[in-house]
Nanobody, 128 residues
Framework: EVNVVESGGGLVQPGGSLRLSCHVSGFTYEDTSVDEYGIGWFRQAPGKYHTSVGCTSKQFGRTHYTDAVKGRFTISSDSAWNTVYLQMNRMKVEDTGVYYC????????????????WGQGTQVTVSS
């Protein structure tokens, strides 16, 4: 059973940077000819639903991002895939929210679909 724990949230000024970590254990999904698996980052702004930030596939290392963060956020992992990072640069007030990571299946268009329930997440606040 996959287990993920998020960390690294905090308060940052607009234009600043922050790096989140997703500690991963028990990830046993294996890609097939039609299904691709990985870890995704999601966020929930106050009063809104969870939305996808992006995801990365374990086997091929492909990354996908939602349009709102392209060019500003980067997903990476350590070599053992024990930790998946979300590097956030040039942050905006609208990036504020609780950030979650989850095991995902990745659609053919790069859409990230969560496979597990949400954990506790980590709060990110962008404010001057």
């Amino acid at each position: 059973e996959v287990n993920v724990v998020e960390s690294g949230g905090g308060l940052v000024q607009p234009g600043g940077s922050l790096r989140l970590s997703c500690h991963v254990s028990g990830f046993t999904y294996e890609d097939t000819s039609v299904d691709e698996y990985g870890i995704g980052w999601f966020r929930q702004a106050p009063g809104k639903y969870h939305t996808s930030v992006g995801c990365t596939s374990k086997q091929f290392g492909r990354t996908h991002y939602t349009d709102a963060v392209k060019g500003r956020f980067t997903i990476s992992s350590d070599s053992a895939w024990n930790t998946v990072y979300l590097q956030m640069n040039r942050m905006k007030v609208e990036d504020t929210g609780v950030y979650y990571c989850a095991a995902v299946t990745i659609g053919v268009t790069g859409t990230c679909f969560p496979l597990t329930d949400w954990g506790q997440g980590t709060q990110v606040t962008v404010s001057s």
